[in-house]
């Protein structure tokens, strides 16, 4: 069956740190591989979008990897503030599924100042 | 102001009560989505239309009906034959379906529903 897996386990990092968030999947052929932010009781928002072709992203503090390889994605933020403190999703799709996005559990980062 | 509108924010249902979910969206996406999110999980997925008037079972589709009668509504309604309704339901939207080119999904804020 088809599987994304993102750490259970809370993330608690200092600020000023690198929190780095793993994604990974199992079968799936995914074209290109997204990073939503949820906060409590709100709808995710839309972060990066990294395509099977790239090997990394960046935006601001915020870097993706992809490897299709390992079927895994590495989720960084650099320089992290307790602003950042939120739950982040792993989504993808592929053929299987329309196309229509497939998201993890989703890793809860807290940044303490 | 362009975005997703949900409507109710809070929802409370009866046993044997059909409700239903309103999501209306102003961006002219083509596509439309419902996901299901219960506490400490992952969202998962209901519905999605990709036209109007066309519409494909999620991974949890049981016990929930859609529409899509017009590019800018995408009503869920949960029936009573959804045995474990209670949950947080996002709707959601993009450009296009097809995905092929990536498409960034836009949700809105969210509808709780829960059974009382």
């Known amino acids: 069956s088809q599987k994304i897996e993102q750490n259970s386990e809370a993330l608690n990092i200092q600020e000023g740190k690198t929190a780095t968030l793993t994604c990974n999947y199992t079968n799936y052929s995914p074209a290109y591989l997204q990073w939503y932010r949820q906060d409590p009781g709100r709808g995710p928002v839309f972060l990066l979008l990294?395509?099977?072709?790239?090997k990394e992203k960046r935006k601001e503090r915020l870097k993706v990897t992809f490897d299709t390889t390992l079927k895994q994605s590495l989720f960084h933020i650099t320089a992290s503030q307790p602003a950042d403190s939120a739950t982040y999703l792993c989504a993808l799709g592929d053929s299987n599924s329309g196309y229509a996005l497939n998201f993890g559990k989703g890793t809860s980062l807290l940044v303490t100042p | 102001d362009g975005g997703i509108t949900q409507s109710p924010k809070y929802l409370f249902r009866k046993e044997g009560q059909n409700v239903t979910l309103s999501c209306e969206q102003n961006?002219?996406?083509?596509?439309m989505y419902w996901y299901r999110q219960d506490p400490g999980q992952g969202l998962r997925l209901i519905y999605y239309s990709q036209i109007v008037n066309d519409f494909q079972k999620g991974d949890i589709a049981e016990g929930y009906s859609v529409s899509r009668e017009k590019k800018e509504s995408f009503p869920l309604t949960v029936t009573s034959a959804q045995k474990n309704p209670t949950a947080f339901y996002l709707c959601?939207?993009?450009?296009?379906?097809?995905?092929?080119?990536?498409?960034?999904?836009?949700f809105g804020e969210g509808s709780w529903l829960t059974v009382v």
């Open positions: 959601a939207s993009s450009t296009s379906g097809t995905g092929l080119s990536g498409n960034t999904i836009y």
């Open positions: 990294i395509r099977e072709n790239e």
């Open positions: 961006l002219n996406h083509d596509a």
